[in-house]
């Protein structure tokens, strides 16, 4: 419960509303994906069965990229002005004492449930 509330502030620190949202999303497409996807195939025992199967991600990863929009003006300046945005946070953090910092990154990690003593591991 308190993992996700400081999660949640410290995102809207560094991402605006528009970026959590579609973060927010993507973790819904996620969770959503069939299980068989995630899931690595046997590796397969011939060369020619290699051959296959590099032809095959090929194939689905040239279809992967078709399908993803091109970058237009808009997605563009959409991009520059979520590089703005998160320039102008940093500011905020960049005006953090050393102290300070080390104490928000241990919060931070603690948040996450990772090790603060062990830098994150």
């Known amino acids: 419960m308190l993992k996700k509330v400081f999660s949640k502030a410290l995102l809207s ?3 605006d509303k528009k970026a959590r949202s579609a973060l927010d999303a993507a973790k819904e497409r996620a ?3 069939p299980p068989s ?3 690595p195939e046997a590796l397969p025992a011939s060369a ?5 199967a590099a032809r095959q991600a090929l194939e689905s990863a040239e279809k992967e990229l078709a399908s993803k929009p091109k970058l237009t003006g808009e997605r563009k300046a959409l991009i ?6 998160r320039k102008q946070k940093t500011k905020i953090l960049d005006e953090l004492g050393p102290d300070q910092k080390i104490k928000l990154q241990a919060m931070a990690l603690e948040a996450f449930g ?3 003593t062990k830098g994150g591991r």
Not at 48 to 52: I, K, Q, T, Y
Not at 80 to 85: D, E, F, I, S, T
């Open 31 to 33: 969770k959503q994906a």
């Open 48 to 52: 020619e069965e290699l051959r296959a």
């Open 114 to 116: 990772l090790d603060p």
């Open 13 to 15: 620190v560094v991402m």
């Open 37 to 39: 996807a995630a899931a």
């Open 80 to 85: 520059q002005q979520a590089l703005a945005v």
